[in-house]
Structures are given as structure tokens and as C-alpha cells.
């Protein structure tokens, strides 16, 4: 089975999405990826369209 997560939009440009800490959807947990870690993303828009891509996590700021 695969895991969830969730996470809020907090930046974007042409090329970067910049997100805030994914929360495990089941146990409602902060999650940490390494840095190169690769994994399928989808977003949902306001106008119920879903958009799914693949996704790498390229560096962390706290």
C-alpha cells in the first residue's frame, strides 16, 4: 500500500513548486524526505481539476 501525505503551496515560479512539511494523512505526522528523494505528486486546483507529476525534493529550509 502506499503512503500519503498532504501539504500546503507555499511558493511557486516556473520550474519550483515550494512546499511546506508533508503531514502523514493516517497518523496526521510531520514527514522528512532526504534531499534527491523521488516520489509521485498530484495537486488539486480550485476548479476540481487534479494534476499528477513526478516530483524530487531538491533541498530543506527551516
Known sequence: ???RYKCKLV???DTLL???YPVKITSLKTAFFLEGAK???S???GD???YSFAAEV????S
Do not use: I, L
Open 43 to 45: 495537486f488539486s486546483s
Open 39 to 41: 516520489f509521485q505528486a
Open 58 to 61: 531538491r533541498a530543506q529550509e
Open 48 to 50: 476540481d481539476a487534479v
Open 11 to 13: 511558493d511557486y515560479s
Open 18 to 20: 515550494v512546499v511546506d
Open 1 to 3: 500500500m502506499r503512503k
